[in-house]
C-alpha cells in the first residue's frame, strides 16, 4: 500500500570489549521514534560479547544480518580493545554491508572504519582523548576533533560515549524532520541538540568558584532570537567585558557567540519551516535574519538545502 510507513532497519555491530552504554543507544534513541525504526543487534560472529564490565552480552544474529541493513552502528571498545589492523572477522562482516547502506561509528569505533579504508580521505570525528593515536595512525583521514560528530554524506562519525545519542538523534532529525527528533529526545530526556563540541569537555583548569557563566545570557537570547544581538548586549546581558564573555562563551559552549546565535537561529526556521505556513521571509524575520535571502543563504550552509527544499520534504514527512 502506497500509505504504509517505511521502516529503516538499524544494525548495531557489537565488537569485543563493548561499552555497554554506547550499545544501548541505538536501540533507544531509534526505538523511540514511533515505529520509523527497526533495530537488530549482532556480532562478527554470532556468539556472546564481551563488554568492558564483569559481564558478557549475548546477542541474537550473526553478522549476515549486516546485510540487510539501510544503516549500520558500530559502536565503540575501551582502547585496549582497538586493534592494530582490521581483524579478518571483522573485516568479513563489514564486507557485507550494502554499498548504499549508511555506516555509523560511536566514539572509538571511528579506528575500526578507518582501519577497514572507509574513512580514506573523508572528514571524521572520535574521543578528543584519542586524537593523536588516531591522527598518527590514519594521516589519509580529515580529522576533527572539535565536533560532536561528522556527518559525511554515507559515513557518520561521533566523539566519545554520550555523543552517540547526538548522532542518532541527528540521524532521526535528517530523515524524518526536527519535530521527531525533538519528540524522541523529550522521551529519552536528552537534549535535542547540544550546542558545541568536544572543546567544552576537554580537561581545563576548574573555574574560581565565583566565576559567573553564560548559560543565563544563552537562555536570554533564545528569547529574543528576532531581535539584532551583538557580541555587546550579550557581555553586557552577563555583565561582563567583551573579552572576558566571549572567552568564557567559547570555553563554556565550544563555540563563538556569534556562530552560536546562528545556529540557534537555523534551528528555529528549520521547526517553522516544519511547522508552520509562515512564508520564508517571515520565518527570517521571526527568528532574526535580515532577509530570506539571508535565512536561505544560512540554512543551506548549514544543511546543503533551500527552505522550500526543506520544507518539501519535512512536511511531506510529517502528512
Known amino acids: 500500500m502506497s500509505g504504509e510507513r517505511q521502516v529503516e532497519r538499524v544494525v548495531v555491530l557489537a565488537l569485543d570489549g563493548v561499552y555497554p552504554f554506547e550499545l544501548g543507544i541505538p536501540s533507544r534513541i531509534f526505538g523511540a521514534a514511533d515505529g520509523r525504526y527497526e533495530v537488530l543487534t549482532c556480532s562478527v560472529d554470532?556468539?556472546?560479547?564481551?563488554?568492558?564490565?564483569?559481564?558478557?552480552?549475548?546477542?541474537?544474529?550473526?553478522p549476515e544480518v549486516l546485510a540487510t541493513a539501510g544503516t549500520v552502528v558500530v559502536t565503540s571498545m575501551t582502547p585496549s580493545h582497538i586493534?592494530?589492523?582490521?581483524?579478518?572477522?571483522?573485516?568479513?562482516?563489514?564486507?557485507?554491508?550494502?554499498?548504499?547502506a549508511r555506516i555509523v561509528?560511536?566514539?572509538?569505533?571511528?579506528?575500526?572504519?578507518?582501519?577497514?579504508?572507509?574513512?580514506?580521505?573523508?572528514?571524521?570525528?572520535?574521543?578528543?582523548?584519542?586524537t593523536d593515536a588516531f591522527r598518527q595512525r590514519y594521516p589519509q583521514v580529515e580529522l576533527d576533533p572539535d565536533v560532536l560528530f561528522v556527518d559525511d554524506g554515507r559515513v557518520l562519525t561521533s566523539a566519545g560515549a554520550a555523543s552517540g545519542v547526538d548522532i542518532c538523534l541527528h540521524i532521526v532529525r535528517t530523515d524524518h524532520g526536527s519535530e521527531l527528533a525533538n519528540a524522541v529526545a523529550r522521551r529519552c530526556v536528552v537534549p535535542p541538540f547540544r550546542d558545541g563540541g568536544q572543546a567544552q569537555y576537554i580537561e581545563q583548569p576548574v573555574p574560581d568558584s565565583g566565576t559567573a557563566g553564560t548559560a543565563a545570557t544563552r537562555a536570554w537570547a533564545l528569547e529574543r532570537l528576532d531581535e539584532n544581538l551583538t557580541l555587546a548586549d550579550l557581555a553586557g546581558h552577563a555583565r561582563m567585558s567583551l573579552r572576558t564573555f566571549a572567552r568564557r562563551f567559547n570555553d563554556e559552549v565550544g563555540l563563538s557567540p556569534g556562530r552560536w546565535i546562528v545556529q540557534q537561529r537555523v534551528a528555529r526556521a528549520r521547526q517553522l519551516l516544519e511547522s508552520s505556513d509562515l512564508s520564508v521571509d517571515q520565518i527570517a524575520g521571526q527568528v532574526g535574519f535580515a532577509t530570506g535571502a539571508s535565512l536561505r543563504q544560512h540554512l543551506h550552509a548549514a544543511i546543503g538545502v533551500s527552505p522550500q527544499a526543506y520544507r518539501r520534504t519535512f512536511r511531506t514527512a510529517a502528512r
Do not use: K
Request: overall charge negative.
Open 105 to 130: 561509528s560511536i566514539c572509538t569505533a571511528a579506528f575500526v572504519l578507518a582501519a577497514a579504508g572507509l574513512l580514506d580521505g573523508r572528514r571524521a570525528t572520535t574521543h578528543w582523548q584519542l
Open 46 to 62: 554470532g556468539q556472546p560479547v564481551r563488554t568492558c564490565a564483569d559481564f558478557t552480552i549475548g546477542v541474537e544474529h550473526g
Open 83 to 100: 586493534p592494530a589492523e582490521l581483524p579478518a572477522e571483522v573485516a568479513a562482516a563489514l564486507a557485507r554491508i550494502r554499498p548504499d
